[in-house]
C-alpha cells in the first residue's frame, strides 16, 4: 500500500533494505547485531557504513516491514531489537526471488558476451 | 497483524507529540552500537582511546543519520494523518449532499445542545465568584419540592445566630458567628441631581467578608456596620451599575449621594462578576442593613418586630460540617423560633439549602426543573441526530462496501480501513460541531436580547465559556467515533470474499433490522418531542387565551416613585393626587388610577390576615392573601368587574375608617356561602385595626398567569404607603400616543421624579412574569420537536428508499410473476407501517415520562392531554407514512425486465 518513492531511485539503498531484512530472518537483532551479521556472512566483502544501517532500519520499520522493541542486551545495556513482521517476511520472500532472477540474468549475459 | 499496525500508527503519532522522547531513543541506539563496537575493537587488541576513535570512524557522521531518522518519523507521522484526512475530505466532497445532511443534522443536535447548555451553565452551574462557594448555604423552612419559607425577620435571625454558633463558621470577624442576613429592595439614587431606580441590597456587615468578597474599588460594608437603625449612612456600588451608570468612573467613590433621599456617602464599589446572590437579578447597591429602616415603607421597627420577615439568611459552615449533620441541630433551632413566635407553617422543620442551583428565589424558582427537562429534550434531540447520521453512515458503508473489501483485498489492513472510516465520520462531527457552535451562540445571543418588560436588573447573561465549548465538542467527537465506528467496524468484520463475490443486491438481513429499530427509535423519540411540544403550545394557547379578569387592552403604565427622591408620605399623596387630577383631564383620557402594584409587574405585596371566625386547619397555612393599594377609578381603568358593595374612592382617606374591596376568591375562602360586603378582617401588619369589607370584585390575575386565583384584596392608597406607585391610564386609542403628554404633566409637578415603566398593559402582559416563558417554553419545545420531526422524516425515507432499492429484483421477480402494483404498493407500505407504529408505542410511553416532569409548567391542560397525544401521533404517522409511500410507489414502477437484467 505503502509507496516507498526511494526504492527505484537507489539501487544501493534496496540492497541494504534486503540485506538487512536477510538478516533478521533468523531472529530479532539489534542495530549493532545486523551490522555485524552482514560483515561476517558476506566475509568482509560487503563494507557498509554502519551508521548508514539506522536510517535504513528506521524506514523499514516505519513501512511495516520490521517490528521494534526495546529490550535489554546481553551485556545488559537498553538496546532497540528489530524483527521480521509479516509483511516483511513476504518481502523478503519476494525480494529474494528478484534477486535470484535478476542475478541469474545478468550472469547469462555476461556467460554469453 | 492489526495490533501492529495499529501500534505502528501509535508509534508515529508519539514521534509527533512527544519530539524528546523520540530524540532519546535515537541517541540511545547510537550509543549502544558505538559502545558495542568499541568493546569488540579493545578485545582485537586497539587501546582504549583508539578504539572508541575507530568505533566513530566506521559508525560514520552520527549528527547527520540522527538528522536523517528523525526526519522519517515526523515526516512520516505527519503524511499518514494528512493523508487519512486529505482522503477523507475528498470523499466528504464527493458526495455533497450526504456531507451536508449529516453536517447539518449534527449541527441541529449539537447546536440545541450549545444553546441549551449555556443557558444551564448560567444559571446554575457557574459557581458564585465568593470564597469557597460549596460551604455557603441558604436557610428555610421548606414548604415542599422546590418551594421554600426563606424569610426571616431580625429578632429570629439574632436567635437563630446566637443557637446555632457551634454550626456556622465566619471567616472574618465573629460578630455573628458565621451568619449573614440581606434583603433585597428597589430604591431611588440620587447623585449629581439626578435620580434613578436601583436595586438594593441591604446587607448584615458581616455579609462581604463571611463570602470572602474584596472590593474593586475604595471598601465594601464592614462587619461593624448596619446594626443601629439609620447608622453608617454608606453605599457600595455594583460593579456592572458602576460601569454602565458611571462608566467605570473612580472618582465617584467618596461623592456625596442620596438614597430614596437621606443623604450616604458612596465607599466602594463591588467585584466584578458578584452581582449579589439573588438568581438573574443584578445587586446595583449595597447599604447595611441598618439602613433599611429608614426606608417610608412603615419599616421602622423592623429590627424588632419578630414577624416582620424579610431578611434571607446565609451562613458558612464551619470546617468538617455539612447540611446532614447539622440537620439536627438546625431543628431545634427551628422548633425554638416557633415557640417564641408563631409561624404561618408549623409543620415544617429549618433546613440548609445549598445556593447552586438556584432553588432558592422568592417565588420560588422553577428554573432547575425547567432546566431539568429542556435538558432533556436537548439530550433527546442529539440522539435522534445521532441516529439519523449513523443510519446515513450506515447506508454509506453499505454502499463503499465492495470498495473497502476491493481495498481490502488488494493489501489494505482491516485496521487501516476502519481508521479510514473513522476518520470521516470524525472529520463529519468536527463540521458539525464548528456549525453547531455557531447555531448554539447565536440561540444563546438571542435569548440574552428577549424582551423582558420589566423594570428590574435582570441579566440574561449567558456568555460564551470554555466549559460549553468543551461539551459541545465532546459530544461532536463521541458522536462521530460512536457513530463512526459501527459501520467502521462492520465493513471490516464482514466475510470479503462474500461481498466480493455476491451479487451488488446481496442481501444482509441483519443490518437492514439494525436499520428499521433505529428508525423506530426515531421516531418514537420525535413523537415524545412533539407532544412536549403539543403541551406546551397547548398550555401557551390556554394561557393566552386566559381569562385574565382584567382588560389589557388600551392601558398605559407608568411608574413614578416620590419615596425615591425624599419625599414623605404627605408629599407622595399630594404628587398623586395632582397628577391624576391633570392627567384624566387630559384628551384621549377615559379614566386615570393609581396603584401599588401592576399585574405581571415586579413586586406583589402580600400580608398574613386574621379572620375573626375563621378556622386555620391543621397543617394549614396562616391565612394570607395579596393586597393592592388604589386610587379612586382603579376597576374602571383595569376593566376589573364590581359583583356587590362599593368600589373605593377619594373619600376612604387615610383618616377614614379601614376599608377594602375583596375578590371572590377571597370571599370564597375566608366567607364561605356567605354575604363578604361588611365583615372584617385584620392584618398581621396593623394587627389592632379593622378592615371592612365594602366591595366584591371579580378574579383577576396578579403575578400568576395560571393556576388558581389567589386571594386578594384591594385598600385605599391612602391608607397604604405611598411608596412607588404605578399611574394606570385607559386611553380611547392607541395607550403609547398619551406617554408624552402625561411626562410632560409630571415634569412640571416635580421636575426630578423618576419615571420608569412606561408601556402598555397589553405587553406587560407578555414580559417575564406573564406569557414570556410560555412563549419561550413554546417556542424553545416547538422548535426542538419540529427538528425531531424532520429527522424522523428523513429517516424513514431513508430506510424505506434503502428497503426498496435492495428489493428491486425480487419486486422485479413479483411483478414479473403477475404482482400488481396495488399488492407491491401495500407490501412495502406495511413495512414502513410496522416501523412506524413500533415508534409511536415507543414515544407514546417516552411521552408520558416526560408529561409528568413538566406537569407544573402546564396551564389548563393536563400533562396526557388526548388532544395533543391524539393529534401529535395521528400527524406523525400520516407524515412518516407518506415518507414511506413515496419509495414504495417508486418500487411499484420499476419495469420488472430491468430489474431481472440488474442480476
Partial sequence: ?113 | MSSSVLNRIWQRLRALARPKRLERDLDDEIAFHLAMREEKNRGAGIGKVEAGYAARRQFGNAALVKENSRQLWTVAAIETLWQDVRFGARMLRKTPGFTFIVVLTLAIGIGANTAIFTIVNGLMLRPLPISDPHSVTYLAFPHGPDNFDPNFSYPEFAEIRKETSDIFADQAGMIFGGLAGFENQGDGLTVDGKTEAVQTSFVTGNFFSMLGIAPFQGRLILPSEGTAPGADPVVVLGHRYWKTRFRSDSSVVGKKATINGRPVTIVGVAPEGFDGLTPLLTMQAYLPLGMATLDSNGKTDFMTDPKNRSLVVIARWRVGMNADKAQPALSLVGQRLFQQNSRADEMSTLHAIPLRPPGMTNPPSLLPRVARVFLILAALVLVLACINVANLLLVRATMREREMAVRTALGASRVRVVRQLLTESVLLSLLGSVAGLAIGVNATYAINALPLETELPIVLSFPFDWRVFAFAAGIALLTGILVGLFPAMRVSVKNLRGILHATSRGSTGGRQRLRSALVAVQVGGSLALLIVAGLFFRSLQSAENADLGFDPHNVLNLTTDPHQIGYDKAQGLAFYKELLERVRAMPGVKSASMASNIPFGETVTGDDLEIPGFQIQKNQLAPHAIYTAVSSSYLETMGIRLLRGRELTDADGEKASRVAVVNTAMADRFWPNQDPIGKRFFRTSDPKTPVEIVGLVQNSRIDQIYGPFEESFYIPNGQGSAANETLQIRTADAPDAVSRSVLDVIRSISPTMPVFGIRPMSRQVRGINGLLLFQLGAGLAGALGILGLVLAVVGVYGVMSYSVSRRTSEIGIRMALGAQPGQVLAMICRQGAALVAGGLLAGLAAAFAIGRLIRDFLVGVTPSDPITFVGVSALLAAVALLASYLPARRGTRIDPMDALRHE
Fill in chain 1, 1 to 113: 500500500m505503502a509507496k516507498d518513492k526511494d526504492q527505484s531511485a537507489d539501487l544501493l539503498q534496496g540492497t541494504l533494505d534486503l540485506l538487512i531484512l536477510k538478516s533478521l530472518a533468523g531472529g530479532a537483532m539489534h542495530g549493532y547485531g545486523v551490522a555485524e551479521w552482514i560483515h561476517e556472512s558476506s566475509q568482509d566483502v560487503l563494507r557498509v557504513e554502519e551508521g548508514a544501517l539506522y536510517p535504513a532500519l528506521h524506514r523499514l520499520e516505519l513501512r511495516g516491514l520490521l517490528s521494534a522493541q526495546w529490550g535489554a542486551s546481553e551485556n545488559n545495556r537498553r538496546a532497540k531489537y528489530y524483527a521480521l513482521t509479516a509483511a516483511g517476511r513476504k518481502q523478503l520472500a519476494q525480494e529474494t526471488e528478484y534477486w535470484r532472477r535478476m542475478s541469474g540474468a545478468v550472469a547469462r549475459i555476461l556467460q554469453t558476451a
